[in-house]
């Protein structure tokens, strides 16, 4: 969450206006009977809210949900992960963008140390938490630590996965020549690495994956600015005062807050749902630098 935004005097919602747990929780099962059956929680930095273990514990004993995981910058990931692994969470991704120190504190921009997150996601998988590591990559910033995290995540047994420098959002200054490509950072690893690619697992699945020939472990690359997936996406977001967005890169979502609030039964409720996704047009990836849309900031949106 950007400092020169989210600063000493900033207005945050009103508690009201923020989804309840019962609230998240009865989309969440509106949206298992779609057959949804993997949920996320994300960022901003969902470990900052009050009684996250208990937002797990609940989705965790929805029967639809076969895959719970949470995405975390990793700061408070030590604290947390003995009470989120009994709650009942599967896994964990960590954003880390950097191991150097001064590069990590230039990229989060709040003087964060990158000891706390490595600290972190030891202690997940201490707990028995399978972790992965995303890693936005921008040219002339950070792309000096592909092989430095490559190595620490077969050291650790984590699977990092990279990520293309985005233009997500309305005030990251992104520029195509700031994107370092899927094709540069397979060439980077595997100059130092045997690689052979792996079949996707399933449709939809969002990274790239290549594996080391002498079997320790392997990593992705999420390429959504050089290979889009527009068409194979399955990724619904609802955001923390309630709207559901169907696309990252959007500036506007669907009130499901005043639906939920106005107590509709779990048909309608679901109905709303399969609707809003069915009539879905979002391709932006496909399209970019041919429109122009107003966009959503990652931190409001997660990942």
Known sequence: MPVEVFGPGYQFLDREEVLTFEEIVRVTKA????????????????????????????????????????????????????????????????????????????????????????????????????????????????????????????????TVRFIEYMDVGETNGWKMGEVVTAKEIVEIVGNEFPLESVTPGYRGEVAGRWQFQDGLGEFGIIASVTKPFCGDCTR?????????????????????????????????????LGSTWSQRTDRYSEERGKISVKKAEMSYLGG
């Open 31 to 158: 949206a298992t009977q779609l057959g949804v059956r993997k949920v996320r929680l994300t960022g901003g930095e969902p470990l900052l809210r009050r009684g996250i273990k208990d937002l797990v514990a609940q989705l965790s004993r929805l029967s639809g949900v076969e895959d719970l995981a949470l995405t975390t910058n990793g700061l408070l990931l030590a604290r947390h992960a003995q009470a989120l692994k009994e709650a009942g969470l599967d896994r964990v991704t960590v954003s880390l963008d950097a191991l150097d120190g001064e590069v990590f504190a230039q990229m989060n921009g709040v003087g964060a140390k990158v000891e706390r997150v490595v600290a972190g996601v030891e202690t997940a998988l201490a707990q028995g938490l399978p972790v992965k590591v995303n890693a936005v990559i921008q040219r002339g910033v950070n792309e000096q630590e592909i092989l430095p995290l490559v190595r620490w995540g077969r050291d650790l047994g984590v």
């Open 236 to 272: 619904m977001r609802l955001s923390a005062e309630g709207r559901l967005f169907t696309c990252l890169f959007t500036g506007d979502g669907c009130d499901v807050k005043t639906l939920l609030r106005s107590d509709p039964g779990e048909e309608k409720l679901a109905a709303i």
